[in-house]
């Protein structure tokens, strides 16, 4: 194995039977992208085709949507965040909140807290931001800078929840939490609603590029499992049409998804430190585990030398992805490589001709971890 081989050490989940690709649901409402598009400074970001890594991976064709400049921030949070705090005030004026002015709490691992507190500070809001420890001071800093309180808690991102959730319990406070848990659900709903954004502009991009079927296979960088049950929603909800595969992908020391799906049911796991920070979550969101446990065809868990490998073949390509990021390269290298590839990918329908869409959720700019090294290639981009 070179040095540049990744390894599959944790167990990947496989479904192999086709029956996510059968399952359906409800598709997100209508309006999300029409008010994301009167946003200052909204803009499709990039889908950028690499025929470097069609080669590498042995498809015909394969895309990254680049989210490392979404709505002036350097990850794809912006979307939930600035949908979930629209509706969330919306409520509240309309349930006739008490007076005065609304804090806007949450807990994050470093990009959704920074969108929360960009977002409250476009709307002359309040926002306090409790992060975990093994948040980069450099990504907290970036909160403070957004005119946020923050603070730090010494355990993991699920105590930081925790005390989010108590602090939000004041009458003129607000939890924009990006997971869910049972009796706290309405608001992470929205988030992911706000991610469909994201979604539809692949499917226009695709289109453009002469991609008339849609993708074979989808990777999403998975931490509580929002932004995946946002992908599960759109290609799990249309009544017809040949349904993409989709892989979710977890740090090693945070594969609370590949746990669960493992078990069958959603557990919680010790987490430990990761350089894919944003995706260092130990539970899976409770309105997350039925789109994840329906609608997924697989799951794998990566090492963080696999994503810093992929983040440094991504640069050198001419992406910008953080480690989060550069987790669903990781993660497809590692399915579709090694012992027992082959297999994998008969499970997955995918062959020589098969498109693959990899979610590049965070640019470096994200994530204040060194993902040096550069690889020379050609790149294409699609508007």
Request: aromatic fraction near 4%; include cysteine.
């Amino acid at each position: 194995m070179t040095d540049d081989a990744p390894s599959l050490r944790t167990p990947a989940w496989l479904r192999g039977t086709g029956a996510a690709r059968a399952w359906r649901c409800p598709p997100a409402p209508d309006g999300v992208r029409a008010f994301h598009a009167a946003l200052s400074g909204y803009a499709p970001t990039p889908l950028t085709e690499l025929p470097e890594l069609a080669v590498e991976l042995r498809v015909g064709r394969v895309f990254v949507k680049d989210e490392s400049d979404r709505l002036g921030l350097p990850a794809f949070k912006a979307l939930g965040a600035s949908w979930a705090i629209h509706r969330a005030l919306a409520e509240r004026a309309r349930s006739g909140g008490q007076p005065g002015p609304v804090t806007l709490v949450t807990a994050t691992d470093g990009n959704h807290g920074r969108a929360v507190a960009r977002m409250a500070r476009l709307l002359g809001r309040p926002a306090h931001v409790f992060v975990p420890r093994g948040v980069h001071p450099e990504a907290a800093a970036a909160i403070v800078a957004e005119g946020a309180q923050v603070t730090e808690v010494a355990g993991s991102y699920d105590e930081a929840v925790d005390r989010a959730a108590a602090a939000a319990a004041e009458p003129n406070a607000v939890l924009v939490q990006d997971t869910a848990w049972p009796g706290y659900e309405e608001i992470p709903g929205w988030i992911v609603e706000g991610y469909s954004t994201l979604c539809a502009e692949i499917d226009e991009q695709l289109a453009t590029a002469g991609v008339t079927g849609g993708p074979g296979l989808v990777a999403v960088p998975a931490g509580v499992g929002s932004l995946t049950q946002a992908v599960i929603t759109h290609y799990r909800s249309r009544p017809s049409g040949r349904a993409p595969a989709l892989l979710s992908v977890e740090p090693e020391a945070a594969a609370c998804v590949l746990e669960s799906l493992t078990v069958g049911r959603p557990v919680s796991v010790r987490t430990g430190e990761s350089t894919m920070a944003g995706l260092n979550c130990g539970t899976p969101s409770s309105i997350a585990w039925p789109f994840l446990r329906n609608g997924l065809d697989a799951a794998v868990a990566v090492r963080d030398a696999d994503s810093a490998r992929a983040a440094a073949r991504l640069a050198g390509l001419g992406v910008d992805s953080g480690p989060c990021g550069a987790a669903a390269l990781a993660g497809a290298r590692v399915m579709f490589t090694g012992a027992d590839a082959e297999g994998r990918r008969t499970a997955l329908g995918l062959d020589a001709s098969s498109v693959v869409v990899l979610l590049s959720t965070e640019g470096t700019a994200a994530n204040p971890h060194s993902t040096a090294g550069q690889e020379p290639a050609l790149r294409t981009q699609v508007p």
